[in-house]
C-alpha cells in the first residue's frame, strides 16, 4: 500500500485521476490531502473539509473484474465498510443514506465519490473518494446537516488510524466483492439504509413533495420506494431527494 501524503490540494480525486492516466499505480495508492482546497462531491457539489482536522484522501482499486451492470456492489462495499468502521467505535445511529452517505441520527459524516474507469463492460478500475469528517467542530449554514465525529463523541480521534482501519476495512469487502457474493452485500446495506422502512417525505423533479417508505435497492442501485398508494416507485439520483 502506498500513501502518497499532500499538504495541500483542489481534489485527491482529480489528482488520483491524473497520476493514474500517467503512470500505472499499484492496487490501493492512496492520496491523502491535509488540506483539500476545492473538494469534490456527488452531483458536481463540492466537498468542504476543514484543514487537518478531518479526513480527505482517495484510493485507486484495480482487479475487481467488476461488471458494469454490477457496479453498485462497489459502492455498496464501500458504504458497509465505512459503516461498519464506524460502528465498532460506538458512534451512536450510524446509517447509509441512499447512496453512499454515511450518517449519525440525521447528520452526514461521511462522503463517497466513486469514479469508475470502464473498458469493453467492465470497471478495469476505480478512483474511491473519501471524506470523512473527524474533528472538525465548526460547520457553516451550507453544511448544516452536517457534522463529525468529534462533535458527537467529544473524542479526539487519531487520523492516522482511523485511515488505516477503513482500508483494513475495505480490504475485508474487496475480498466480498471479488468472490461475487453480492446478496450478502445487498442484503447488508439495505438493513442499515437510512429511514428505511419509515414514512418519509420526499421530493420528486417536478418538486412535488410526497411521503413513501424505502424499502430497497433496483437491480441498477436506484431507490424503491413504495408511495402511500401501495405503488412500488424506482427512482436515480437526480430525480429524488429528501426532504
Ligand atoms: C459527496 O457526498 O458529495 C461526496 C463527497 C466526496 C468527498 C471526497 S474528499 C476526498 C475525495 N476528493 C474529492 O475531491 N472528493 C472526495
Redesign the pocket.
Known amino acids: 500500500m502506498k500513501i502518497i501524503k499532500l499538504d495541500a490540494i483542489d481534489?485527491?480525486?482529480?489528482f488520483l485521476k491524473e497520476l493514474s492516466k500517467n503512470a500505472s499505480l499499484e492496487n490501493y495508492t492512496i492520496v491523502l490531502?491535509k488540506n483539500?482546497t476545492a473538494?469534490?462531491?456527488?452531483?458536481n457539489?463540492l466537498?468542504f473539509?476543514e484543514p487537518f482536522k478531518n479526513l480527505?484522501?482517495?484510493l485507486f482499486l484495480k482487479g475487481l473484474s467488476l461488471e458494469i451492470s454490477n457496479q453498485k456492489y462497489l459502492s455498496l462495499a464501500i458504504s458497509l465498510a465505512i459503516y461498519e468502521v464506524l460502528k465498532s467505535k460506538k458512534i451512536p445511529k450510524i446509517t447509509i443514506k441512499w447512496p453512499n452517505?454515511i450518517m449519525s441520527g440525521n447528520s452526514?459524516i461521511c462522503?463517497?465519490?466513486i469514479e469508475n474507469s470502464i473498458q469493453k463492460k467492465h470497471i478495469t478500475s476505480s478512483i474511491i473518494?473519501?471524506?470523512l469528517n473527524v474533528n472538525q467542530e465548526y460547520f457553516d449554514e451550507s453544511t448544516k446537516k452536517a457534522s463529525s465525529l468529534k462533535n458527537i463523541t467529544g473524542i479526539e480521534y487519531h487520523l492516522d488510524d482511523l485511515l488505516t482501519e477503513i482500508i483494513h476495512k475495505i480490504k475485508e469487502f474487496e475480498k466480498v466483492m471479488i468472490s461475487k457474493k453480492f446478496e450478502l452485500l445487498e442484503k447488508n446495506y439495505v438493513n442499515v439504509l437510512f429511514k428505511k422502512g419509515k414514512p418519509t417525505m420526499f421530493r420528486d423533479v417536478k418538486k412535488q413533495l410526497f411521503v413513501g417508505v424505502i424499502c430497497g435497492i433496483s437491480a441498477s442501485g436506484n431507490i424503491l420506494i413504495e408511495t402511500e398508494e401501495g405503488a412500488i416507485k424506482e427512482f436515480g439520483i437526480k430525480e429524488i431527494s429528501f426532504v
Request: no cysteine; charged share 10%.
Open positions: 481534489s485527491t480525486n482529480s490531502a483539500q473538494g469534490r462531491g456527488q452531483q457539489s466537498w473539509s480527505t484522501f482517495s452517505d452526514k462522503g463517497i465519490l473518494g473519501i471524506g
